[in-house]
């Protein structure tokens, strides 16, 4: 009998153990989060004053600012998200609500989960080839904005799918039964049934379009811009302009990473401002992102 | 696809199923075969949207192909894939992709050894031992760590991890592979924690007590019952893990620097192919030029690398749906 006692303290033990290590395990990438937070707080806090945003980039460390890197990460992520947005989310409706099961469906399927796995630097590559040198479209913000809209693609049309796939199959039935076509029952039903889990997956994919450097380093975004690109707005008509999407950019992870890759060490206190304001934003936006799909669940009750 | 019966007008296919009579449908013809029309071309901008995603897996593949071909006009594949030496920008240039190869490989050993058993044991723990509420805080907390931009991830291997890294081992230099490594460990920790719980949850419930019944604790079951049950859904988790190590750039460009040296010590520096790519582009290299080339002879060896554990864990991915 004591035998068995033995064997069955032993194993509340082993138990114990592993729940200590568990514990341990999820506080390395809990704590590493934190000891990055802190890091970046205590660098770059103090850079962080007006100055740093209205300044361009410098050769005195003091004097240099995110002025163009921040416009610019802006105009970006305007092209991205006018791209990416409607391109994705009438692929995932088509894939969800109109495909048949045949070849074509199957082969467009795999090549969005195989596009997902891709390395964001072959975008880059793709765009350099392609976007800068076959189509003429220079190392510009639209080439920028485009390669950055190819990358979260995938990452929109999941989101679209997944969130069409919630809606109940009833919905539709009842819109079909009062004669609704099929547009008419995507257009007045399911997109606006669908729109917290698409905006979910908008904001996350945005957030990771925010954060990516290696594509736009190497479509040949610059890292030394000391000027914005011309105002979308005129005085004379059409008032309107879009020159601004042919000019030169940069962007705040370049900007970040040319200031780390620096000796000197005031220009690192730099990097990590720039770091800081990236974060916050990143951070935000998926803080954002939680809120939302948070509140979509408990809103909405089939 | 739903289960929606494939109709051209879903009123006439109500008259089909159902016994009372459909109401009539009182517009004139030719608005009805407007309206028709007007679907048929929404379906159809609709497929080209889909489509778009095939033309850039084209557009990638093409490129690649298209640009690496003039690269391996000038260059033999059998000294692209046996030199030694990658120093395509010298005035004597050498393209040995292996150096480059054995960076990424040697970053990305390092990056699973943090990644895979922490990765496990955090999902393992999740899944089996947390409490709800405890895994409700912690998962999404985790996912945090993916969304943090990979610059910022470089900065902190650069500045945090190297010093951290040189206090324990003495002599280290400040750019190593190492620190590179250990701060891409952390970073794909989620992408392996997500995956395997959800796989490990998807065990079902019966197979836990089955174990419980034979007087297993629950670690024994976990290892032995739920690990077991979910490991092709734990590997495809591996695999996503290995293909994000692979094409991770920013961080082994900041920390572990340059120069291509074909070495297995991770505490050497070392360029990873991603590495060798930002720093070509970041000079000013004019279109057509062999160094321009060669930053595509090294993207089309890197697409391979993940494309083949990108179709593994697509395999794999689909087997673990239809076990259940």
Known sequence: MSDFKR?????????FIFNIVGIVCTLIGILTLGALLVDLFLDGLPRLNLGFFTHFPSRFAEQAGILSSWVGTLLIMLVTAATAVPLGVAAGVYLEEYARKNWLTNLIEINIANLAGVPSIVYGLMALGLLVYQFRLGQSILTGGLTLAFLILPIVIVATREALRTIPQGIREAAYALGSTKWQVVRHHLLPYSIGGTMTGIIIALSRAIGETAPLITIGALTFIAFLPPPPIKSQAPFVSFEWLWSPFSV?????????????????????GAGLVL??????????????????RKRIKW | MKDIPDLQHPVAAAAEQ??????????????????????????ALLLL???SSVAITVGIVGTLAY???????????KDFLTDTLWTPLFASPRFGILPLVMGTLVTTAVALTVALPVGTIVAIYLSEFAPGTVREVIKPALELLSAVPTVVYGYFALQFMSP?????????????????????????IPYVSSLSEDAMRAVPMSLREGAYALGANRIITALKVVYPSAFSGIV??????????????????????????LTADPSEPAATITAFIVQVSLGDLPHGSIGYQSIFAAGITLFIMTLIFNILGYMLRKRFREVY
């Open chain 1, 7 to 15: 064997i069955i303290a032993k194993r509340k033990r082993q138990d």
């Open chain 1, 252 to 272: 705040l992870p370049i900007q970040m990473f040319n200031w780390v890759s620096r000796p000197d060490q005031a220009f690192v206190v730099n990097a990590a």
């Open chain 1, 279 to 296: 974060i916050l934003i990143t951070l935000s936006l998926n803080a954002a992102a939680i809120v939302i799909r948070y509140r979509v």
């Open chain 2, 18 to 43: 159902s016994p009372s009579p459909p109401p009539p449908d009182t517009r004139p013809a030719a608005a009805r075969r407007l309206s028709r029309v007007k679907e048929r071309i929404i379906e």
């Open chain 2, 49 to 51: 949207a889909a489509f």
């Open chain 2, 67 to 77: 640009e690496s071909s003039t690269f391996f006009a000038h260059v033999p594949l």
């Open chain 2, 164 to 188: 951290l890294l040189q206090k324990l081992i003495p002599g280290l230099p400040t750019f190593n592979m190492l620190s590179a490594g250990v701060v891409m460990g952390i970073m794909i």
């Open chain 2, 236 to 261: 495809a988790s591996y695999i996503l893990a290995i293909s994000r190590a692979i094409g991770e750039t920013m961080i082994v460009a900041i920390a572990a620097r340059m120069p291509p040296n």
